[in-house]
Nanobody, 124 residues
Framework: QVQLVESGGGLVQAGGSLRLSCAAS????????MGWFRQAPGKEREFVSA????????YYQDSVKGRFAISRDNAKNTVYLQMNSLKPEDTAVYYC?????????????????WGQGTQVTVSS
């Protein structure tokens, strides 16, 4: 069964850090692009970051460049999102997603599988 499970969310003060993890089944993870998206209350889901299967290509939304870093460990079927210098506007439910695209993409329609999400709250 295809499954993506996020973890690592929580409450943090502005300027703090969190590391999100997304564990996938081997079938889900193999040869896939992995992405992170987020959705704040009352807002549409937005792209955050994505990484190619090899890890050699990454892609970030402009607002998180220099603060967030995506990585993956294919031996553990896990993708990570290291979030530093967090701001209150980063508050959202964060979702990981997997898709067959050969390149990192911000298009949500290119991802076939989604996790249930993990809440990140940044207090000011």
């Amino acid at each position: 069964q295809v499954q993506l499970v996020e973890s690592g969310g929580g409450l943090v003060q502005a300027g703090g850090s969190l590391r999100l993890s997304c564990a996938a089944s081997a079938r889900t993870f193999a040869n896939t692009v992995m992405g992170w998206f987020r959705q704040a209350p009352g807002k549409e889901r937005e792209f955050v970051s994505a990484i190619s299967w090899s890890g050699g290509r990454t892609y970030y939304q402009d607002s998180v460049k220099g603060r967030f870093a995506i990585s993956r460990d294919n031996a553990k079927n896990t993708v990570y999102l290291q979030m530093n210098s967090l701001k209150p506007e980063d508050t959202a439910v964060y979702y990981c997603a997997a898709g067959p695209s050969p390149y990192p993409t911000m298009a949500g329609t290119r991802y076939d599988y989604w996790g249930q999400g993990t809440q990140v709250t940044v207090s000011s």
